[in-house]
């Protein structure tokens, strides 16, 4: 079975720095997609960034970016220039690329906090 | 604007009780899923259905049941409301041919 992890419970940044939020996660899939999601405190579960496992490209959404090692199962993001409205709960999920099944599979989500 | 909508937002019941969550997706999508949010677990998937009529058990489905009737809803039936099922649910959907889910504003439910 899939799993993920996020062993960061917390990070804090100061506005405008970079901050980089870790993901593992273990598949003996080949193919499959990650994401990252966005909640803030309204709850509100938005997507930030996919990456599809076959693409060695970094998947980059304007100051989002990711770091997928496939090889290490690691897929990390990246938030630069850090923004107040940055600060929120986010998600990793994995989703496999069989036609047949559309679970995602979370991390239990990193808090960011942006500090003025 | 296609979205997805979930009611009530907030929701206060007592031990026993049978209580529905409404969930309505306005994007024709076949997939839909119920997941709970709790501290230190992240979302875990309750149930989801591939189109009506279909349903299935996800990795915490005790104590819940859901119906796919039509494309549009897929309510989630609590049959009897424990302390422990006290959460906020989100439900999501996603088409065939993405692998992107859209997800809901949530509800609270607290369980007395």
């Known amino acids: 079975a899939q799993t993920v992890t996020q062993s960061q419970p917390e990070m804090s940044v100061q506005e405008a720095e970079t901050v980089t939020l870790s993901c593992t996660y273990d598949?003996?899939?080949?193919?499959?997609?990650l994401f990252w999601y966005k909640q803030p405190p309204s709850r509100q579960m938005i997507l930030v960034i996919r990456?599809?496992?076959?693409?060695?490209q970094n998947a980059t959404e304007n100051r989002f970016s990711v770091n997928f090692q496939k090889a290490a199962k690691s897929f990390s993001l990246k938030i630069s220039d850090s923004q107040l409205g940055d600060a929120a709960m986010y998600f990793c999920?994995?989703?496999?690329?069989?036609?047949?099944?559309?679970?995602?599979?979370f991390g239990t989500g990193t808090r960011l906090k942006v500090l003025a | 604007d296609a979205e997805i909508t979930q009611s009530p937002r907030h929701k206060i019941t007592e031990t026993g009780r049978q209580v529905t969550l409404a969930c309505h997706q306005t994007?024709?999508?076949?997939?839909m899923f119920w997941y709970r949010q709790d501290l230190g677990h992240g979302l875990r998937l309750i149930h989801y259905?591939?189109?009506?009529?279909?349903?299935n058990k996800g990795e915490v489905s005790d104590g819940y049941s859901v119906s796919r009737s039509n494309t549009e809803d897929l309510p989630l039936t609590l049959e009897s409301a424990a302390s422990s099922q006290t959460s906020v649910y989100f439900c999501?959907?996603?088409?065939?041919?993405?692998?992107?889910?859209?997800f809901g504003p949530g509800t609270r439910l607290t369980v007395l």
């Open positions: 999920a994995y989703r496999s690329a069989d036609l047949a099944t559309y679970k995602y599979i």
């Open positions: 994007w024709n999508h076949n997939n």
């Open positions: 598949t003996s899939e080949s193919d499959y997609y």
């Open positions: 999501a959907s996603s088409g065939p041919n993405t692998d992107t889910q859209y």
């Open positions: 259905s591939y189109g009506v009529q279909d349903t």
């Open positions: 990456q599809e496992a076959y693409k060695q």
